[in-house]
C-alpha cells in the first residue's frame, strides 16, 4: 500500500516521505476504526478516513486516496475499489462520501461524475470549492 501511494504522489509531482515513511504511518493510522484501506492486488489502493458530522446520523467518509497504476487504468480496477470503499463505509455506519479532486483533473472528475458524484449542493449550480490550510505550530 505504501508503495502504491508513494507512486501515486511521484506520479503528479506530489512531496511523498518515501515507502518507509508511509509504511510506519499506515500501521498506526490502520490500527484506528475510522482509517480504511481497500487494496486491488498490487495494482490498485483506497484509503479512507471516518468521522463524526453534526448533519449526519453516521459518520462521514473522505476518499483520502484512490490510485491505480497508469497502465492498468480504464479496466474497471478504479470503479472496483470505489465500490468496496463505499461498501466499508456502509459496514461502519457512515452515510456520505466525500471526494476532493483537483479542478483541472477531469479524468478523475468525470470517473466520480459517471459514479453518481456531484460537486454542486441540492438545487444549486455553483460547484462546491474546497479550501485548506496546514496548520503547524508557530503558524
Do not use: C
Not at 493510522?29 to 468521522?51: F, N, P, S, W
Not at 455506519?93 to 458524484?117: C, K, P, Q, S
Amino acid at each position: 500500500m505504501a508503495k502504491l501511494l508513494d507512486a501515486f504522489n511521484r506520479e503528479f509531482g506530489v512531496p511523498t516521505p518515501g515507502p518507509a515513511v508511509l509504511t510506519d504511518r499506515l500501521r498506526r493510522l490502520l490500527a484506528d476504526d475510522a482509517v480504511i484501506a481497500r487494496l486491488a492486488g498490487e495494482v490498485g489502493v483506497a484509503l479512507l478516513t471516518l468521522r463524526p458530522a453534526v448533519w449526519y446520523e453516521g459518520r462521514v467518509a473522505v476518499l483520502d486516496e484512490l490510485y491505480v497504476v497508469p497502465e492498468l487504468r480504464g479496466r474497471g480496477i478504479g470503479s472496483e475499489l470505489l465500490a468496496a470503499a463505499e461498501a466499508a463505509v456502509r459496514d461502519r455506519g457512515g452515510e456520505l462520501l466525500e471526494i476532493n479532486v483537483d479542478g483541472e483533473d477531469t479524468d478523475a472528475r468525470r470517473f466520480y461524475e459517471r459514479h453518481g458524484y456531484t460537486n454542486t449542493e441540492p438545487g444549486e449550480d455553483e460547484p462546491i470549492l474546497y479550501y485548506y490550510r496546514e496548520l503547524r505550530p508557530g503558524q
